[in-house]
Antibody
């Protein structure tokens, strides 16, 4: 059974950093494209970033480009999102998802709050 | 970026009756490989999104057959043949044909 478990969220001040993790089980991370999608409180879904199975292909939404970095550790079967220079508008529930063209599995999400 | 526009944004429905949600994209979603990567997601209250339909009309594993998708090019529709209480939530269309992936605003289905 495919499972995705996000962690690492919390309260951070503007300008600060956080690293989100997504532990995958039931499949091999390096066989699939993996994405991060976020949802601000009471709002809709916003795609953030994707990483290719090989790890050498990444793409970012303009809203996070230059501040966020997606990566993965194949030995731990874990996806990461390094978030730097955080802004209030980054406050959201962050989900990791499996699949490139078909986002077939979603984690429960981890909440990031950026506030002073 | 591809803009996805859903209508209606809110849909009061009656149990046992059909429901329909439309999604229009600002550009064709036909990929260079010939497929159209338009998905429908369901988000029940307090839950993460769940994939219902992919590539316009393919039901994902475990999705009841009362859900169906149709459309082509830039116009797509999700239909529920007979709404059940568990169908309450927000429905999103999503395109994964080109980066950045984009979502519709969401349609809230209310009984």
């Amino acid at each position: 059974e495919v499972q995705l478990l996000e962690s690492g969220g919390g309260l951070e001040q503007p300008g600060g950093s956080l690293r989100l993790s997504c532990a995958a089980s039931g499949f091999t991370l390096s066989d699939y494209f993996m994405s991060w999608v976020r949802q601000a409180p009471g709002k809709g879904l916003e795609w953030v970033s994707v990483i290719s199975p090989s790890g050498d292909g990444t793409y970012y939404a303009d809203s996070v480009k230059g501040r966020f970095t997606i990566s993965r550790d194949t030995s731990r079967n874990t996806l990461y999102l390094q978030m730097n220079s955080l802004r209030a508008e980054d406050t959201a529930l962050y989900y990791c998802t499996k699949g490139k063209m078909v986002p077939d599995s979603w984690g429960q999400g981890t909440l990031v709050t950026v506030s002073s | 970026d591809v803009v996805m526009t859903q209508t209606p944004l809110s849909s009061p429905v009656t149990l046992g009756q059909p429901a329909s949600i439309s999604c229009r994209s600002s550009q064709s979603l036909v990929h260079s490989d010939g497929n159209t990567y338009l998905s429908w997601l369901q988000q029940r209250p307090g839950q993460p999104p769940r994939l219902l339909i992919y590539k316009i009309s393919n039901r994902f594993s475990g999705v009841p057959d009362r859900f169906s998708g149709s459309g082509a090019g830039t116009d797509f529709t999700l239909k529920i043949s007979r709404v059940e209480a568990e169908d309450v939530g927000v429905y999103y269309c999503m395109q994964t044909t080109q980066f950045p992936y984009t979502f519709g605003q969401g349609t809230k289905l209310e009984i």
